[in-house]
């Protein structure tokens, strides 16, 4: 399966929101509510922030939040924080047990 | 808590082979899936499948088949990934991570280094 697309670099002022697409087909993000995000601070593991496309696990501020439409998912952070600075990799179950990820969007707080 | 911690960084010639260890804490392995993801410098999460510790039963992305082997040992919590027939491309860091419920990835490890350079 191919990955998901996401754009390269998103990037947005504190105190701002900035949403951010990943974009699959029909057989992956448009047949499944299965869509997670995932931050990546530099030289950490990924951290999970969104799942089942609108879910925040406990502890994941309300700031970030995730919707779907078709085969097109979102994750948007708002007021944003210089702490929000990271890379987000989107994914989503692609069916017959098989797991796809976004190439992931670089986010810039100005 | 749960805790997923792997083994420490390795350097390998091309050719070579490598096995990389992911010990589970605060919960049994038995209970969920292990799936391996990797990212290579600079680049993004590419998922090479993964393991039921429970049964045995592994899937495996294409490229992977036949080279990369996913196992668990629930007797010590521990799941493995091996990498045979290295080549200088398979430089990474590799995470194991949990399957939570279903598709989405609630606990990492801390990444494991490979690098292959002869």
């Known amino acids: 399966q191919s990955a998901l697309t996401q754009p390269p670099s998103a990037s947005g002022s504190p105190g701002q929101s900035v949403t951010i697409s990943c974009t699959g087909t029909?057989?992956?993000?448009?047949?499944?509510?299965?869509v997670s995000w995932y931050q990546q601070h530099p030289g950490k593991a990924p951290k999970l922030i969104i799942y089942?496309?609108?879910k925040r696990p406990l502890g994941v501020p309300d700031r970030f939040s995730g919707s779907k439409s078709g085969n097109t998912a979102s994750l948007t952070v708002s007021g944003l924080r210089a702490e929000d600075e990271a890379d987000y990799f989107c994914?989503?179950?692609?069916?017959?047990?098989?797991?796809?990820f976004g190439r992931g969007t670089k986010l810039t707080v100005l | 808590q749960v805790q997923l911690v792997q083994s420490g960084a390795e350097v390998k010639e091309p050719g070579a082979s490598v096995k990389v260890s992911c010990k589970a804490s605060?919960?049994?392995?038995?209970?969920?899936?292990i799936h391996w993801v990797r990212q290579a410098p600079g680049q993004g999460l590419e998922w090479m499948g993964w393991?039921?510790?429970?049964?045995?039963?592994?899937k495996y992305v294409q490229k992977f088949q036949g080279w990369v082997t996913m196992t668990g040992d629930t007797s010590v919590n521990t799941a493995y990934l091996e990498l045979s027939r290295l080549k200088s491309d398979d430089t990474a860091i590799y995470y194991c991570?949990?399957?939570?419920?279903?598709?989405?990835?609630?606990?990492w490890g801390q990444g494991t280094l490979i690098t292959v350079s002869s």
């Open positions: 605060g919960y049994r392995l038995s209970g969920y899936y």
């Open positions: 991570t949990r399957e939570s419920t279903l598709a989405y990835f609630d606990y």
């Open positions: 393991i039921n510790p429970s049964g045995g039963g592994a």
């Open positions: 029909s057989s992956d993000v448009g047949a499944y509510n299965y």
């Open positions: 994914s989503s179950y692609a069916g017959n047990n098989n797991m796809v």
């Open positions: 089942e496309v609108t």
